[in-house]
């Protein structure tokens, strides 16, 4: 029966044709819900689903997590986190890897960053409150603003990448709300200052940071951090978009 079910699925997916951008490649930091380069921090009880990771910074800039390491020391667990948590003063070979998994964030950061030509320029003047957002690639040369709720409208072989020159903001108890089936391992956001966003919002899709990640009471993500400087979290949920990945891959060797 679930093999039916996901053979359906994917029949489905391959009856459509993607719009959007090409896929942002993230390498090996698609094997984490959280990554950031100066520290973690978390008023519990945050709720993550997925690895998370820091480096160059050592263990010390994960905070609240109350962390237990494992046996071999090259990784730790935390009863907050669904998946290990990593370090770049943890046990070989954890350091190589997280030098080539930041390494891997920033490329995507950087590719992101580049795409051109936009579809769209300065959408909105960088206010996405009240849209729909179709496929495609959004340039903002300002900081971007959802200040009430917003709607991502495709399908699951759809694609998206919002460039920001700025910070992008979320109000407090607000909602980007997929739609049609579209799946936030296929939605990239590329902030060249901070993400912010409200206690009580919840977002999704990729964000690429270029500097912090803020995430306030009761807030929720289902997507990614990835994030180079500091990633704080209060009572947060942060949801890896596993399954969607691998069926937008799939349906991509299908189709
Ligand atoms: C892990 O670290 C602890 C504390 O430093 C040490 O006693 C132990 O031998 C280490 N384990 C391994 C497998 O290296």
């Not at 799946?183 to 902030?191: D, E, G, T």
Request: charged content about 10%.
């Amino acid at each position: 029966m679930t093999k039916f079910v996901l053979i359906a699925a994917l029949g489905a997916i391959a009856s459509v044709s993607a719009a959007g951008p090409a896929a942002v490649e993230l390498g090996k930091a698609g094997n984490y819900a959280i990554l950031s380069k100066s520290g973690i921090s978390t008023v519990p009880t945050s709720d993550i689903t997925g690895n998370i990771g820091v480096s160059p910074i050592a263990s010390t800039a994960i905070t609240g997590f109350s962390l237990k390491m494992d046996s071999t020391n090259t990784s730790a667990t935390s009863t907050q986190v669904t998946g290990s948590v990593y370090a770049a003063d943890y046990a070989t070979p954890t350091p190589a890897d997280l030098t080539a998994t930041i390494g891997d964030m920033e490329i995507a950061y950087t590719d992101a960053a580049g795409r051109t030509p936009p579809d769209h320029l300065n959408f909105g003047s960088g206010d996405l409150g009240g849209k729909t957002l179709g496929p495609g690639l959004y340039k903002f040369g300002s900081s971007v603003i959802i200040p009430t709720d917003c709607f991502i409208h495709g399908n699951p072989t759809d694609t998206w990448i919002f460039q920001m020159s700025g910070d992008l903001t979320m109000a407090a108890n607000k909602r980007v709300t997929l739609v049609g089936g579209a799946l936030a391992s296929n939605i990239v956001w590329q902030v060249a200052g901070y993400v912010e966003v409200g206690a009580g919002a919840h977002m999704e899709g990729i964000l690429l940071v270029k500097t912090a990640a803020h995430f306030r009471t009761d807030s929720r993500l289902n997507g990614r951090i990835l994030a180079q400087t500091a990633v704080t979290l209060q009572s947060s949920t942060v949801t890896q978009p596993y399954l969607g990945r691998f069926l937008a891959q799939t349906a991509d060797i299908l189709v």
